[in-house]
Structures are given as C-alpha cells and as structure tokens.
C-alpha cells in the first residue's frame, strides 16, 4: 500500500482551491503523472526539495508532494 494514500495526496493537492472552486486534481491518474514527472526529474540530477536518505526516486516525488514542495497546476 503506498503511504500516504491517493486520497490522502489528492486531499493535500486540492488543499489550495479556494470554496467553489473545482478541485485541482480529480484522479489518481494526475498524482500519477505529476510524480512520475517530478522522479525523472530527480533521476536526472535535480536536488530533492526533502530530506532523501537512499530512497528511491518516486518515493521521494511522493513525499515532496505530499508535504506540499511541488504543486500541481491545471491545465488552464
């Protein structure tokens, strides 16, 4: 099982729509493709924005975006 969860993810993701406004991320198809992005990102030798001891990359795209580190824009 991951740790934190989708939800848990989709949650913090969505934390900065305002009251209204449509939720940022509606699938777990976008937390997908925003941390696979941000792995191959690392993988290419950009620094990660938290602290990585020997975890792998997608591990810590997880951990980055669930502390709120990178965020997910829409597509508008």
């Given amino acids: 099982m991951l740790h934190p969860s989708y939800s848990d993810l989709m949650k913090v993701v969505n934390s900065d729509a305002l009251p209204g406004e449509a939720p940022v991320v509606n699938s777990r ?3 997908v493709m925003a941390t696979s992005r941000r792995a191959r ?3 290419s030798g950009e620094e990660p924005m938290v602290n990585a001891k020997d975890e792998k990359p997608l591990s810590i795209a997880v951990e980055e975006l669930n502390q709120g580190k990178i965020k997910i824009l829409s597509e508008e």
């Fill in 41 to 43: 990102q690392i993988i």
């Fill in 29 to 31: 198809y976008s937390i």
